[in-house]
């Protein structure tokens, strides 16, 4: 019932920039949490950094502080992730997520109910 979908992915050199979006649809769309992850081939799928949906309280992954900020969109139900000083190790699937109960922290995946598909970013060197 609820969908999840990212767009904006793309190439980007070292140090460029880059916004990523996700939609969410349903009518009955209300999570107390929404987040970013992400994951290179071979490797485990990483927090990237969260937003509380009602506080907008938001929360980053260390690597990736004072370069990447998380944030509701103007259109409803949107959120965003905004990427600057991209580095090749950025290269990942980034994936967006919402989650609706108490959760297990909003760095855990077991916090999430719902996931788009991903969409790719890819930095080049």
């Known amino acids: 019932q609820v969908q999840l979908v990212e767009s904006g992915g793309g190439l980007v050199q070292a140090g460029g920039s880059l916004t990523v979006s996700c939609t969410a649809s349903?009518?009955?769309?209300?999570?107390?949490?929404m987040a970013w992850f992400r994951q290179a081939p071979g490797k485990e799928r990483d927090f990237v950094g969260a937003i509380t949906w009602s506080t907008t309280n938001t929360y980053y992954k260390d690597d990736v502080k004072g370069r990447f900020t998380i944030s509701r969109g103007n259109a409803k139900n949107t959120l965003l992730l905004q990427m600057n000083s991209l580095k090749p190790e950025d290269t990942a699937v980034y994936y967006c997520a919402a989650g609706q109960g108490p959760g297990s922290g909003l760095n855990s995946p077991r916090s999430y109910n719902y996931w788009g598909q991903g969409t790719q970013v890819t930095v080049s060197s």
């Open positions: 349903g009518r009955t769309f209300s999570p107390y949490r």
